[in-house]
């Protein structure tokens, strides 16, 4: 790890050039310059340059950035070299969906424990993992040795497992649930609302809409004027 504190902006793009590199290094590539690697995330490379600067890397004038030596620094920076045990906290749909995804611990993210508030799902396994009841958050917290944990459960009863999340011992939380909870100083809290992601999708395709239907009335316009001057 750099001993640069690296702006929260540029973090948030490292696992955008780390999946990047990761396609690029699948197909064989060596090396990449910052332009190729712009066009392929679609962040300018102008910031690309700057953001890996921050971890000592300026690659070769005319040559590039080594593709696997910036795999390894990134992933180093970004924590990935470690396994990271993690807790999830509901076994909804949502829930059960996170917890077979295989992706997760292939990026050093393993789900070592789930609680759910249902007792009908307490001692079923997902993914190889025994649900536990929420009266666990504590023990398997420190047993485990967990310090990162996904939430997957209704708004209402958000904040109070933040809280009890929170006392058990747990330093950075990833929210899917459709709430804004609060989290003391010292805590990393990162929010996932699929609702409002698909809501700024269709502000999008209504612009589109919006434009091709402009563009149909503009035709149809022109259209009219052609015929009335012939005629």
């Given amino acids: 790890m750099t001993s640069r504190q690296i702006p929260e902006a540029s973090v948030a793009r490292l696992p955008v050039y780390l999946r990047t590199l990761i396609d690029l290094a699948e197909t064989g590539a060596d090396t990449v310059s910052s332009e190729a690697l712009a066009?392929?995330?679609?962040?300018?490379s102008a910031k690309i340059r700057k953001d890996l600067s921050y971890l000592g890397s300026y690659g070769t004038r005319g040559v590039g950035y080594d593709v696997d030596y910036l795999i390894t620094q990134i992933s180093r920076e970004l924590g990935l070299t470690q396994d990271w045990?993690?807790?999830l906290v509901g076994a909804g749909n949502l829930?059960?969906?996170?917890?077979?995804?295989?992706?997760?611990?292939?990026r050093g993210f393993r789900i070592a424990a789930i609680i759910d508030s249902d007792p009908a799902k307490h001692g079923q396994t997902i993914g190889g993992v025994q649900i536990e009841p929420m009266s666990e958050i504590a023990r398997v917290v420190e047993d485990e040795q967990i310090s990162i944990a996904m939430m997957a459960i209704p708004g209402p009863v958000a904040q109070d497992v933040t809280d009890r999340l929170v006392a058990a011992g747990v330093t950075s939380i990833l929210n899917f649930?459709?709430?804004v909870v609060s989290v003391p100083e010292g805590v990393s809290l990162r929010k996932v609302d699929l609702s409002i992601e698909l809501q700024i999708l269709a502000y999008y395709e209504q612009q589109r809409l919006a434009e091709s239907m402009g563009a149909a009335v503009d035709l149809a316009t022109f259209d009219g004027l052609v015929v009335d001057g012939v005629d």
Avoid: K, Y
Wanted: hydrophobic residues 50%; proline residues 4%; glycine residues 12%.
């Fill in 95 to 106: 829930g059960q969906a996170l917890a077979n995804f295989a992706g997760f611990a292939e």
């Fill in 85 to 87: 045990a993690t807790v």
């Fill in 39 to 44: 066009r392929s995330s679609g962040i300018n």
């Fill in 177 to 179: 649930a459709p709430a």
